[in-house]
Nanobody, 117 residues
Framework: VQLVESGGGLVQAGGSLRLSCAASGFSFSAYHMSWYRQGAGKERQFVAHITSTGSSTEYLPSVKGRFTISRDNAKNTVYLQMNSLKPEDTDAYYC???????????WGQGTQVTVSS
């Protein structure tokens, strides 16, 4: 099982980034996917969630309207489009795959997002 995030980097406040998480080794279309973020010395925080079919999404209130989660089950990839970035969005971003029926949860290694003021 692998989840590989990419797309992080350094961006000025107000800018945009698109994160990708490429999955392999499991039935991607059967898994709900989420993005979390974590800063040094802080707890991991939920950012966004999308159901296995892509029919429903949820967001952390502070990113709603700025971030959009989406998935392409044909490419086994989930995305996080981040617009109007703020310095407080600076964190390492992780993708998570979860399947309640199989009691399975997988994490990627993370990608760093740094927003300068």
């Amino acid at each position: 099982v692998q989840l590989v995030e990419s797309g992080g980097g350094l961006v000025q406040a107000g800018g945009s980034l698109r994160l990708s998480c490429a999955a392999s080794g499991f039935s991607f279309s059967a898994y709900h996917m989420s993005w979390y973020r974590q800063g040094a010395g802080k707890e991991r925080q939920f950012v966004a969630h999308i159901t296995s079919t892509g029919s429903s999404t949820e967001y952390l209130p502070s990113v709603k309207g700025r971030f959009t989660i989406s998935r392409d089950n044909a490419k086994n990839t989930v995305y996080l489009q981040m617009n109007s970035l703020k310095p407080e969005d600076t964190d390492a971003y992780y993708c998570n795959a979860a399947n309640i029926r199989d009691d399975a949860s997988y994490w990627g290694q993370g990608t760093q997002v740094t927003v300068s003021s």
